[in-house]
């Protein structure tokens, strides 16, 4: 027989995201206030970007003693649906039980990194492309930096930041002509793959789900975070663990072959 369930208050399951509202009391917030001061300053491309701030809880440091402060992800087009008026381009979350014991500077350091992530979506012709709803399309920036601590002490932070240059220049003097075809269609085949929506992965239900919530809109974007983030990439993926990412991993390598 089974037990019986406490006559006492149900356990609520809290709720760990909640939206900042950009003023209290008829006075702009200081999240905002920073917000705006910072892309004002460094990020003049943003002025016609709708940034939401959200705080976030349950935030703890992962394997390696890293704390994640802040995140930021462009806004889908069921994130734009749900705001009223479709003024949401990019969400941003913050830790809010971090953020309080932060300093004024540090806060705005850490809004400013998030918002390095924000940029137009730019044409060929250098304008910034407008969806069929006469909205302006943005997009998110990988770090272009990516590198260990112990690496930039061994080999000096000039030869690091240099690194990804050092290896395009051997490239280009490598004397390869008669791969000239196969670099063209390679090029082309690794456009086609990048471009794929993510909603058409063949991955089961669950994982579609969870990708469909994400950031990610192509697998060409899903691709290059997994390459960045590596055995912990799924921790960007809100329903993925280790053991249910697998499908995932599978289907992309499978278009990357």
Not at 197 to 215: E, H, Y
């Amino acid at each position: 027989m089974g037990k019986r369930k406490s006559s006492g208050e149900k356990k609520q399951r809290p709720v760990k995201a909640r939206l900042i509202q950009r003023k209290h009391a008829g006075k702009v917030v200081e999240a905002y206030r920073f917000l705006e001061e910072v892309i004002t300053k460094y990020h003049p491309e943003l002025e016609g970007a709708a940034v939401l701030l959200f705080y976030q809880l349950g935030w703890k440091p992962d394997c390696d003693g890293v704390l994640t402060l802040a995140k930021v992800k462009k806004a889908s087009d069921t994130d734009r649906a749900l705001v009223e008026g479709g003024k949401c381009d990019f969400i941003l979350k913050l830790n809010e039980e971090a953020w309080e014991g932060l300093a004024e500077d540090v806060k705005k350091m850490v809004l400013d990194h998030e918002l390095c992530h924000c940029k137009p979506d730019l044409d060929r012709d250098g304008e910034q492309k407008i969806d069929s709803k006469d909205r302006l399309c943005w997009r998110h920036r990988k770090h272009p930096i990516q590198e260990f601590p112990e690496i930039i002490r061994r080999y000096g932070i000039e030869q690091t930041l240099r690194l990804d240059k050092i290896a395009q220049a051997a490239v280009e003097k490598h004397d390869r002509p008669l791969l000239g075809e196969f670099d063209k269609a390679d090029e082309k085949a690794n456009r086609c793959w990048r471009g794929t929506p993510i909603d058409k992965l063949d991955v089961p239900t669950r994982q579609a789900r969870a990708l469909n919530n994400s950031r990610f809109e192509t697998v060409g974007e899903l691709a290059d975070h997994m390459d960045a983030a590596g055995n912990w990439w799924h921790r960007e993926v809100s329903g993925l663990g280790k053991d249910t990412c697998a499908p995932i991993e599978d289907a992309v390598a499978a278009l990357r072959a």
